[in-house]
């Protein structure tokens, strides 16, 4: 058996926001979701991750918390909390809270007191600055170092009163805590614990690899084009971050660490740095969410700089992580959250392989080793999202980039419309698609945002009836993880790794071995079936081996070279 609960589990990412309104103000809560408790179950999941339900002013849906200890009206009481709570236990499911303590919102009661005078006792809580030697505060460039926020804009806000700035990697209502000062981090420990004895299984840690800053925040490097500096090598891996992460762990998990899944969201985390937060041994993090296979379409210009993606890419990456945490540690495994555009839309084919092309992404996923993440729609196929104009988005790093890229430097609204089309948060954030009937099912109110067209025909009533959905097939994949040692635990090994079209791998317990086989692309596929160790019958190659999963019916050529477009076809064996 696996060592650890959460090694043959998958986690289904809920964002309460959009995913079902209960009492018809056209924003999901708490009871949307626990209406849809047993679709969870169905679906097969073994744990619920929950995005942000605490009181928040809601400029980043929720990731600007003013409360880590209250429920958002928007979403629900304590009571429903509790509720929710129960029914997934009651289910045999666990539920995942997401901790934000990079920063917390500026109506949060330690900024207010942070922000009131220089010599508050919380002054140092908060990451405070004079203005630039020379500078007047306020004057332009007189922003303590050159820094930029990922929601666009300086990374600093003068606050009139004090005359100083603070520091927000994000949006200005999102100060970052000042995690040298040992008060932030007994008070963050102390609401973790508080979370643990109401009953909750475990964190997904928002940008946790940010908590530890290079205290003197130098300027960064220019890029050339850019505005701003890259202050990546002063926030991300910060010099401390070990400390903090292990110091978090003896406070909060040391002793009873195995009933308890802990994530860290970690933008820029390479393969080495992954291996330390999830060596047990050092008694950090159970596994991290690494960026790389998600930014392989950006160009240089970053996300909103579309590059086509390669299957020899993604494949030679998600080959590098896996190899890379198989001695020790643990990869999580994701094509799609709340900040990605839909995977389908991305890497497959939304238009007349959307069903297939979903299947198929979602089998060489969910077949590796590491715990794989739904997030919510995913198992259906939902695609990105036809905006016709700035008016229909709502995430406020997507306005704000059309705000600076279209009034400050001048570039053309189309081509930044088709950009956030492309790559827009919003994408994931649309409405759940329940049912075929007004706004999706969503909500018996005006939804907070526009449901996908699609809808109509893209829906859960209809995919959880029909043996042959995508939906279908992610709960058969969820099923296969449970059912087998090998998928769980198993090791992994590339297979034609040259193939331009095919993702193709084996996974390898003892005598038991699982071959898998998929066609990313929409032309059919043929390869040396020779090459594939052991699998491949003498004269006339595989005849008679059924395979254990397939995405276009049973009748298949794959074990002899040939697939069809998007084709994914797996064999069990042992
Ligand atoms: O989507 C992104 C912007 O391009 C990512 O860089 C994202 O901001 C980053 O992954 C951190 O995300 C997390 O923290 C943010 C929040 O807005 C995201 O929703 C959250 O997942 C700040 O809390």
New binding site residues.
Partial sequence: MSDKWWQSAVVYQVYPRSFADSDGDGIGDLRGVIEHLDYLHELGVDVVWLSPIYASPHD??G??ISDYRAIDPLFGTFDDFDELLAGLHDRGMKLVMDL?V??TSDEHPWFVESASSTDNPKRDWYWWRPARDGARPGEQGAEPNNWGS?FSGPAWQLDPQTGEYYLHL?SRK?PDLNWENPEVRDAVYEMMNWWLDRGVDGFRM??INFISKVTSLPDGVVPEGALYGDAYPYFAQGPRIHEFLHEMHERVFAGREDRYLTVG?M?GVDIEQARRFTDPRNGELDMVFQ?EHVDLDHGPGG?WDHRPLTVLDLKRNLSLWQEGLADLGWNSLYWN????PRVVSRFGDDGENRIPSAKALGTVLHLMRGTPYVYQGEELGMTNVPFASIDGFRDI?SLNHYAEAVDILGASADEVLAALRRTS?DNARTPMQWTSGPHAGFTAGTPWIAVNPNATEINAEAEVRDPDSVFAHYRALIDLRHRSEVVATGDYALVLPEHPQVFAYTRGLGDRSLLVLANLSGEPAAFDAGQLPGWAVAGGGGAGIEPELANLGPATEALRGSLRPWEAVVYSRG
């Fill in positions: 980043d849906n990731y600007d934000v990079n920063h990922f994000f999102q928002d940008v969201e933008p960026f996300k959250n709340h900040d990605q790093e948060r």
